[in-house]
């Protein structure tokens, strides 16, 4: 298996633009989480799903973000707009089944907002 | 609310020495702690996991060990070697969710 897959791997955007970040979990996997990581918050889970649903999005931090998963194998953040303060890794995790609760992590997207 | 507190925040030691993490959890119900290694510039990456019903568990040089009295679980790496040099994340599954709380992470430092 591949892995996660997340893409583009590193996105250089102006503030007020739209960013559009994408992962592909492992096959098989019913859950995806979003993660975004920064030296001063660390590592901070933004949205889950289970089998495409969202489950728990309470790490969300604005209206400007929003997560979707439209089907088993894709999932898509989306910052509109997107601010400075928005720069930092966001990490893409998947998790096979409930009960089985190790989450494997994709390479990460570094975005810079500037 | 979930809460995941980890000590210390850096670590330096020389090769060969021993380092110790610790992390202490807040929820009494949690059940199962994952430890991640991250490299610089990487992606966190599990490196050993336990669950609530043991106390302690080893693979090779690294072995983690878990006080659910006290609600703690620490890290050991013994023998470390300078490619053991990263940042590790311990993390607390609480009940009712899938989800992890992650702790602040640990700098380690092992210096040849």
């Known amino acids: 298996d591949a892995g996660v897959i997340q893409s583009p791997r590193h996105e250089v955007t102006e503030m007020g633009q739209e960013v559009t970040l994408r992962c592909k979990p492992i096959s098989g996997h019913d859950y995806l989480f979003w993660y975004r990581q920064t030296m001063m918050r660390g590592l901070e889970l933004l949205i889950y799903?289970?089998?495409?649903?969202?489950?728990?999005d309470s790490g969300m931090p604005e209206d400007r973000f929003s997560a979707k998963m439209p089907n088993a194998s894709f999932s898509t953040l989306k910052i509109q707009p997107s601010e400075p303060r928005d720069s930092a890794v966001y990490f893409c995790?998947?998790?096979?089944?409930?009960?089985?609760?190790?989450?494997?992590f994709g390479p990460g997207t570094r975005l810079t907002v500037t | 609310g979930e809460n995941v507190e980890q000590h210390p925040s850096t670590l330096s030691v020389q090769e060969g020495d021993s380092a110790v993490i610790k992390c202490t959890y807040s929820d009494s119900a949690s059940n199962y702690f994952p430890w991640y290694k991250q490299e610089l510039g990487k992606r966190p990456q599990l490196i050993i996991d336990i669950r609530s019903n043991v106390g302690e568990k080893k693979d090779q040089r690294i072995a983690v060990t878990l006080n659910k009295t006290a609600k703690h679980f620490s890290l050991h790496i013994t023998e470390t070697q300078p490619e053991d040099s990263a940042v590790y994340f311990c993390a607390a599954k609480y009940t009712g969710f899938q989800k992890l709380v992650f702790g602040t992470g640990t700098r380690l430092l092992v210096s040849p």
């Open positions: 995790a998947s998790s096979p089944r409930q009960g089985s609760y190790e989450q494997y």
């Open positions: 799903f289970n089998n495409n649903v969202p489950i728990d």
